[in-house]
C-alpha cells in the first residue's frame, strides 16, 4: 500500500489543522492506521492509531483530548484533526499501515507498521 499525507502548514498556538493520508488499497479496510511524528532532533513518536474497522483508537498522553484520529473506508483515507495546536506539537507527521484485518486493539509501536508516508511539515508558532 502507497501513503500520501497531505494538510500540514504553519499555523499558530491554539490553532486547528487537519491532516490526511490518503492510500492505495483495494483493502483498505483491513489496514490498521496510525499517525507518528519527529520534532527536530528527536526520535519519531507515536501520535495516535485506530483499528481496521475503526472501532477501537488511542493517543499519545501528550496528545489526548486535543487529536483526534478517524478514517473514511469510502474515501480510502485516514485523518488527523488537531486541536488547540502548542509549539511543541512542531514536527514532520507521518502515517503509517500495517495489515491487520483479525484485531481490535490499536497499534502504538512504529515497529507494528510496514508501510509509511513521505511526511508532512507541521509548524506550531507561537
Known amino acids: 500500500v502507497q501513503l500520501q499525507a497531505s494538510g500540514g502548514g504553519l499555523v499558530l498556538t491554539g490553532d486547528s489543522l487537519r491532516l490526511s493520508c490518503a492510500a492505495s488499497?483495494?483493502?483498505?479496510?483491513?489496514?490498521?492506521l496510525a499517525w507518528f511524528r519527529q520534532a527536530p532532533g528527536k526520535e519519531r513518536a507515536f501520535v495516535a492509531a485506530i483499528t481496521a474497522r475503526g472501532r477501537n483508537t488511542g493517543y499519545a498522553d501528550s496528545v489526548n483530548g486535543r487529536f483526534a484520529i478517524s478514517r473514511d473506508n469510502a474515501k480510502n483515507t485516514v485523518y488527523l484533526q488537531m486541536s488547540s495546536l502548542k509549539p511543541e506539537d512542531t514536527a514532520i507527521y507521518y502515517c503509517?499501515?500495517?495489515?491487520?484485518?483479525?484485531?481490535?486493539?490499536?497499534?502504538?509501536?512504529?515497529?507494528?507498521?510496514?508501510?509509511w508516508g513521505q511526511g508532512t511539515q507541521v509548524t506550531v508558532s507561537s
Open positions: 488499497t483495494r483493502t483498505f479496510t483491513s489496514y490498521a
Open positions: 503509517a499501515a500495517s495489515y491487520r484485518p483479525g484485531i481490535n486493539w490499536y497499534l502504538a509501536k512504529g515497529s507494528d507498521y510496514g508501510e
